[in-house]
């Protein structure tokens, strides 16, 4: 049976998951508590949500879960008027019974939903198939992603160490600082950066962010719509967006203090910025851009990357950057076809705040977990908990949530 998913099932999800591992498998401490204390504010007590666009389990005979598919709303509109916007993630299937094509059944159910757009945004290959073949699209444009090395040797030696290979990376250090000198001498256009911006920073507030964005997105045809309830539940998440160190929300003025738009990124042990937003004007793209790369630069960074916005593709590229396609897919599903056009041309504003970003509860960052502490003061999440559940466990699931150097 498949029904929606309420919060009386949020104490079954940690057993369910935990088959992973093995039919009999027990549920870590640190994966209950993180299905317990984050679960109903991801999937159930979120901001506008629709009763007819639930999350959705499979129950067996026994009455116990043996499937999940988590179904997010979002607020939306399409060339001025509002659509019904849904986020479609965590499709997870008991082992046992994975051979009765349940995984498909619950994609089925819910891409059958009254909504104007389901999308799932980092979706893999397995993912990609069942998805098209049910009548769903890929959107292209953004699978795509951008990075600028600053550093060549110590990104490799970064990439390394983020791939748990090459026990010395810390020893060559010293020598790829040194190769990075010359080769920053020696090949320019690869690395260099354009001059610095005549441009200020103030960090970014929620509140900020409410007055200007609606300015910034007004050209695109598919564009979220933020208020103060969504914003709240959003930023607190910030730190789940990447594997990585604090979100950085920053704010790029003029020199007279008009709002140029602005980034918001995340610094990996690796040094590796990665950026979950940004937001610029057409002729104001550049500048912050050039902003962002400098202020990496200055913090050490090895490499930054994002991912594309197709409209600006062209500021990525006078910055030679690399572009590349994602290992993970960006699917869509609607029966608008004003919708659909929308992601064909690259007119729809979609970042990871809109997407999966803010849902990323397998990231065991003690720094995310601790910012939600006084969300859940009941049973509060001890960020001292270690299991093995993580991101290399949920890549064998059909939504890829893996934390890989340039995927999202």
């Known amino acids: 049976m498949i029904r929606p998913l309420t919060t009386d099932d949020i104490p079954q999800i940690p057993r369910l998951l935990a088959t992973e591992q093995g039919e009999h498998a027990e549920p870590t401490p640190h994966l209950r508590a993180v299905i317990e204390n984050l679960l109903p504010g991801l999937f159930v007590n979120t901001p506008h949500a629709d009763p007819e666009l639930p999350g959705l389990v499979s129950v067996g005979d026994d009455g116990q879960l043996t499937g999940m598919i988590g179904r997010i709303t979002r607020r939306m509109e399409c060339r001025g008027r509002p659509i019904r ?61 951008w990075a600028k090395v600053l550093r060549p040797a110590q990104f490799a030696l970064s990439m390394l160490r983020e791939r748990r290979i090459g026990k010395l990376t810390g020893l060559a250090q010293p020598l790829a600082a040194l190769t990075d000198k010359v080769l920053c001498r020696a090949s320019r256009s690869l690395t260099q950066l354009a001059p610095l911006p005549n441009a200020e920073s103030e960090p970014l507030t929620p509140e900020r962010f409410l007055e ?77 851009l050039d902003h962002l790369l400098h202020q990496a630069a200055e913090r050490g960074a090895v490499a930054v990357s994002g991912r594309i916005i ?47 970003g803010p849902l990323q509860i397998w990231i065991k960052s003690p720094l995310a977990l601790e910012r939600l502490r006084s969300e859940n003061t009941s049973k509060p999440v001890d960020v001292r908990m270690v299991g093995p559940i993580s991101v290399e466990h949920k890549q064998s699931n059909f939504v890829n949530h893996a934390a890989r150097v340039f995927e999202r």
């Not at 995984?103 to 979706?123: C, T």
């Not at 500021?315 to 004003?338: G, Q, V, Y």
């Open 212 to 288: 200007l964005f609606p300015q910034f997105c007004a050209t695109d045809e598919l564009r979220p719509v933020y208020d103060r309830e969504t914003i709240d539940w959003i930023w607190p998440r910030l730190d789940f967006m990447y594997a990585a160190g604090p979100s950085e929300p920053v704010l790029v003025k003029s020199p007279r203090g008009e709002p140029l738009g602005w980034h918001i990124s995340q610094m990996t042990d690796g040094r590796i910025v990665r950026v979950s937003q940004i937001v610029a004007m057409p002729n104001t793209m550049e500048t912050v």
């Open 310 to 356: 197709p409209r600006f593709l062209q500021a990525f590229a006078d910055r030679n950057c690399l572009i590349r396609r994602r290992s993970t897919h960006t699917l869509i599903h609607s029966p608008d076809r004003e919708v659909l056009d929308s992601f064909v041309t690259g007119r729809a504003f979609l970042s990871l705040f809109e997407s999966e």
């Open 85 to 145: 916007a849904a986020v479609a993630c965590e499709l997870f299937v008991n082992p046992a019974h994975r051979s009765k094509m349940l995984g498909v059944k619950l994609l089925k159910k819910v891409m059958a939903g009254p909504h104007d757009l389901l999308f799932s945004d980092i979706a893999n290959e397995t993912s990609r198939k069942i998805w098209t073949g049910l009548g769903g699209s890929v959107a292209s444009w953004y699978g795509l992603t």
